[in-house]
């Protein structure tokens, strides 16, 4: 039984049903389907009748009308021998047994087209479609392609406009039986006569893989019902292609270009010489290794390895590998990767792979480093006697040879090359000397390692010069010596030791006992040796003590007896002089009485006596008799000698033996007594006002005070000079201002071997910046005040640093010290 007498009977038991429960109505009437020559329509049962008539009438062409006639029990009809695509006019009429119409009904309905032919062709190009192709009728407007396996399995119906058609969603390899149906609005056709086709076998499910950069290999599973496969492979951005045909389910092609892309496609062919699905897949060749590999160290402060090779064509990524387990990669275009950090002193290869989706190439050539060595973990010198030095280094591994700096800080260099771990050279008393040591070996120099400052001790003065500059002080000169910052100047006696301690190489040893011979060294001294003690002394002597005057007699008109005691050593001579307004009178002797002879009448005179011997002159002592005042100085001057020490001479007073002269401020005040006009004063204040004031004495002790123009020192020399490296070879000088004003200018002068450098901060700054400093030079650098007078101050103590060089720019700083000369 048909689907479609299935449907019916259930339709015809639906109606009956109803029709025992329903009420009395008129007929009524609906087509219920159409086939090409037939329509089959259903009513509604009438009560009473004894048989159903159906008449099929053409409405709008003319031809015969067809009738059927069915018993009283029917619901159900068909007319056959209808014409296809014609509208027909179906009435049905309620009949008893006279053949009377009791009700009668009717609806319109056109047929179906006509039934299609045999299909003409039938095809399968893919494994789950068959292509049909037939000839159209007059009245369709569609078509239905009914498909079923040969197996009864399978069973689909596809609605097409027109021919050709495809079925899909179909099963590869299998046998299927086709027709086809015309559509139009009233229904279907009845289908066609069959026509047998077949699905094209499925294409193979490919893998594929590059083994070697010049070969790829496809694999595939067996496909079902195929006895063979052809294969193309083209390469990428090529119109050239190499064709297989194969049984085999691999397939292996060589002799392909490295790193290169190309596209396989395959397809299955049945028994019956069909292909089946193409299927193609994309693969890329392994990249060719990489050639040229070669290494380069880069030097500096975080040392590395650089690894450079030639390109590989179609590499995405490349992988350095290095024996000391060190990798580093590199993707896309880079062809050069850094190792690092490298240790030094190791010697290790590097192996190169480039890599794709293919995967890796084979390794490259291996190429061999040696990495530059170690500095040497301790360098150390040694002096076993004065002036033979040797520098001293730890062994290192991988060493060809060693060199050895020695750069004195005055800028002069050398250097030694050995394979030996010692190095001689001749050192001199009161240098520094900068001591480094570079091994070598193929791949170049060490870094930079230690670099061990030697200090020699500060030479001994050669021309110490002692000048008693008054009865009670020694000025001690001497010309200044290499390595010394500070001068300790001592003058000794049994039970007295004065101290003078100066950067400059001039020494004011004051308030020593008089007619006393004292023992003078001056000691060089620097903070990194501490002081030479072993430089020799110079014995001196100061100047005899003042005699004192006991007793002034005039023994007669033109004669004055003068008695004085005698503190000095027997064979002093003693002056005794009367000085007058307008004359003088004098007398020598080595006893303590003197007679001064033709001494006018009427005269004040101041009487004194003087000691003096070979060494200098004594004090003089006081005077006696009455006397006038004496006059002040018409003139004084003070002038800074050091920034400690200055000298203050003035113009004779008449009248006047002695002065003290005084300078005072509210940081302290200095003062000396004397015979002279001038005086050297110590324990000056820098950047002081003092007031000057002068005490005028006459013989007979009357005294005159005398007042100047006030003395300013000069500034402060600044302390805590350092200098900074900074950016773009420029160099900072920095400095701390040791006293008022803060708004102080000052100079800064920088002195080289090969250039010097001055610059001038602003007023009251404690830096400056000293521009375009070339490197690999010892400077001596020195900050100075400037004065009132716009000159700068010239005492000031020098220091010495060493700056290096970084490549072509500036490097280390290294101070070297102070320095009271260049």
């Not at 070697?212 to 694999?219: E, G, K, L, P, Q």
């Not at 990428?236 to 496609?265: A, H, M």
């Not at 950047?687 to 003395?711: D, R």
């Amino acid at each position: 039984m048909g689907a479609t007498d299935l449907k019916m009977l259930k339709l015809l038991l639906l109606l009956s049903l109803t029709e025992i429960c329903a009420a009395q109505n008129d007929i009524t009437v609906s087509v219920y389907t159409v086939t090409s020559k037939s329509m089959t329509v259903r009513w509604s049962r009438y009560s009473g009748a004894s048989s159903y008539k159906i008449t099929a009438t053409p409405k709008n062409s003319p031809g015969s009308s067809f009738f059927a006639q069915f018993s009283g029990n029917s619901v159900m009809g068909s007319v056959n021998f209808l014409s296809p695509n014609t509208l027909y006019t179906m009435q049905v009429q309620a009949m008893d047994n006279a053949l009377n119409v009791l009700s009668s009904a009717e609806t319109e309905e056109i047929t179906a087209p006509e039934v299609p032919a045999v299909p003409e062709q039938a095809y399968s190009k893919q494994s789950n479609s068959i292509t049909v192709e037939f000839t159209e009728v007059s009245g369709a407007t569609g078509y239905i392609l009914r498909a079923e396996s040969v197996s009864g399995d399978f069973f689909s119906e596809t609605a097409v406009n027109g021919s050709p058609g495809t079925v899909l969603q179909l099963q590869p390899y299998t046998e299927y039986s086709l027709s086809v149906m015309s559509v139009n609005t009233g229904g279907r056709s009845q289908p066609s006569y069959p026509f047998q086709a077949r699905t094209v076998v499925v294409g193979p499910v490919l893998s594929t893989s590059s083994p070697a950069n010049d070969t790829i290999v496809v694999n595939w599973s067996p496909v079902e019902h195929a006895i063979r496969y052809s294969l193309s492979i083209i390469q990428q951005g090529s119109d050239t292609r190499r064709e297989w045909n194969t049984t085999e389910t691999t397939v292996t092609f060589d002799g392909l270009e490295p790193g290169t892309i190309y596209c396989i496609k395959i397809t299955a062919w049945d028994s019956e010489g069909r292909p089946g699905d193409d299927v193609t897949a994309c693969q890329i060749t392994r990249p060719p290794r990489p050639d040229n590999v070669h290494v380069e160290g880069r030097p500096g402060r975080n040392p590395d390895l650089t690894v450079y090779w030639d390109e590989s064509q179609g590499a995405d990524v490349y992988t350095v590998w290095s024996s000391s387990g060190q990798n580093c990669t590199s993707e896309g275009d880079r062809i050069s990767c850094i190792i690092a950090p490298v240790v030094c002193g190791q010697n290790h290869s590097v192996i190169v792979t480039a890599e794709n989706r293919a995967g890796p190439s084979s390794p490259s050539d291996s190429a061999d480093y040696i990495t530059r060595p170690c500095p040497p973990e301790r360098i150390w010198v040694e002096e076993h006697k004065a002036g033979s030095c040797m520098v001293r280094w730890s062994e290192e591994r991988l060493v060809d040879y060693y060199v050895a700096f020695i750069k004195r800080d005055d800028g002069a260099e050398e250097h030694c090359n050995t394979t030996d771990t010692t190095c001689h050279f001749h050192c001199i008393c009161g240098y520094t000397y900068l001591t480094t040591v570079f091994p070598y070996n193929q791949a170049g120099s060490s870094t930079q390692g230690q670099v061990r400052n030697y200090t020699t001790i500060p030479c001994c003065p050669e021309d110490v010069s002692i000048q008693l500059v008054s009865t009670e002080t020694l000025e001690i000169t001497w010309s200044p010596v290499r390595g010394a910052e500070l001068y300790e100047t001592t003058a000794a006696e049994t039970n007295d030791v004065i101290h003078c301690n100066d950067t400059a190489p001039v020494c004011a040893l004051s308030d020593l006992r008089c007619n006393t011979v004292y023992s003078v060294v001056v000691t060089p001294c620097s903070e990194l040796r501490g002081c030479n003690r072993t430089c020799k002394s110079n014995a001196h002597e100061t100047a005899p003590c003042a005699p004192e005057i006991l007793n002034v007699t005039q023994i007669s008109s033109s004669t004055v007896r003068v008695l004085f005691n005698s503190p000095n050593t027997p064979n002093t001579n003693y002056t005794i002089t009367a000085v007058g307004r307008t004359d003088t009178h004098t007398c020598h002797t080595q006893s303590s009485s003197c007679e001064l002879t033709q001494v006018p009448c009427g005269t004040t005179y101041e009487v004194m006596a003087v000691a003096s011997t070979a060494v200098g002159r004594s004090l003089p002592s006081y005077n006696m008799p009455l006397e006038t005042g004496p006059c002040c100085p018409t003139s004084l001057n003070v002038e800074q000698v050091t920034q400690a020490m200055s000298n203050v001479t003035w113009s004779a007073g008449r009248g006047a033996r002695s002065y003290i002269t005084g300078l005072t401020s509210t940081r302290g005040h200095a003062k000396c007594h004397t015979l002279d006009t001038h005086c050297v004063m110590g324990c000056i204040t820098c950047g002081t006002n003092y007031s000057v004031n002068l005490e005028a004495i006459s013989s007979t002790g009357h005294k005159s005070q005398c007042s100047y123009h006030g003395f300013s020192s000069s500034p402060c020399c600044p302390t805590s000079v350092k200098l900074y490296r900074m950016a773009n070879n420029s160099l900072r000088v920095y400095w701390r201002s040791s006293g008022p004003p803060q708004t102080q200018n000052h100079i800064v002068d920088m002195y080289g071997t090969a250039s010097n450098y001055t610059c001038v901060p602003a007023a009251g700054s404690n830096s400056c910046d000293v521009q375009d400093v070339m490197c690999g030079d010892v400077y001596i650098v020195v900050v100075a005040p400037v004065g009132q007078d716009g000159g700068k101050i010239s005492f000031c103590p020098r220091r010495m640093y060493s700056v290096s060089c970084s490549g072509n720019s500036v490097g280390v700083v290294i101070y070297r010290g102070k320095r009271s000369v260049d």
